[in-house]
Antibody
Framework: QLQLQASGPGLVKPSETLSLTCTVS??????????WGWIRQPPGKGLEWIGS???????YYNPSLKSRVTISVDSSKTQFSLKLGSVTAADTAVYYC????????????WGQGMLVTVSS | DIQMTQSPSTLSASVGDRVTITCRAS??????LAWYQQKPGKAPKLLIY???TLGSGVPSRFSGSGSGTEFTLTISSLQPDDFAIYYC?????????FGQGTKLEIK
């Protein structure tokens, strides 16, 4: 069973870059069975798909965030990462890393969620 | 991009009731739809995928149906543990979009 663990700073200053890493255990990150995604949830609000990456390196970014987002994968470390630039208070959210089943696009496994607050 | 619209936003019901939540896509997504349940402070939990396939360990009182642009999640007999927020999610070429959520509360 896959396990995903997000890590990174819980506090980021406005205009800076939010950087999170997700470590995958219990399975290979270089698999065609999954792609790897980031999803966020502002406090008291709904879920927003940020973007995703396939083991081959193919990426998809939410058009509303595309200009600020980079997702990458490091197979040697079984990790994938999120960078979100020029953050504002509106980027304050719980950030989830997730494994998405390639055949049907549902999220099979979720990380524990990590609250990132944007504040000076 | 594909937009997902859930209705209702809030649903009040009692234990034992049969309830249905609807999710509409702005264009056809075939059967690439999943449903999740989320409780406070927790990550969402998969209930249904490919519109009607029950997730592992999910009670049989949950069921999903639909294809194309209209989908439903039905809970046949509400249990106390079912009061939560429910989200639909579509899948299209590596991307996903969630509905805005339906809060299922106790009447």
């Amino acid at each position: 069973q896959l396990q995903l663990q997000a890590s990174g700073p819980g506090l980021v200053k406005p205009s800076e870059t939010l950087s999170l890493t997700c470590t995958v255990s219990g399975g290979s990150i270089s698999t065609s069975s999954y792609y790897w995604g980031w999803i966020r949830q502002p406090p008291g609000k709904g879920l927003e798909w940020i973007g995703s990456i396939y083991y081959s390196g193919s990426t998809y970014y939410n058009p509303s965030l595309k200009s600020r987002v980079t997702i990458s994968v490091d197979s040697s470390k079984t990790q994938f990462s999120l960078k979100l630039g020029s953050v504002t208070a509106a980027d304050t959210a719980v950030y989830y890393c997730a494994s998405v089943a390639d055949t049907s696009g549902h999220v099979d496994y979720w990380g524990q969620g990590m609250l990132v607050t944007v504040s000076s | 991009d594909i937009q997902m619209t859930q209705s209702p936003s809030t649903l009040s019901a009692s234990v034992g009731d049969r309830v249905t939540i609807t999710c509409r896509a702005s264009q056809s997504i075939n059967s690439w739809l999943a449903w999740y349940q989320q409780k406070p402070g927790k990550a969402p939990k998969l209930l249904i995928y490919k519109a009607s396939t029950l997730g592992s360990g999910v009670p049989s009182r949950f069921s999903g149906s639909g294809s194309g642009t209209e989908f439903t999640l039905t809970i046949s007999s509400l249990q106390p543990d079912d009061f939560a927020i429910y989200y639909c999610q579509q899948y299209n070429t590596y991307s996903g979009t969630f509905g805005q959520g339906t809060k299922l509360e106790i009447k």
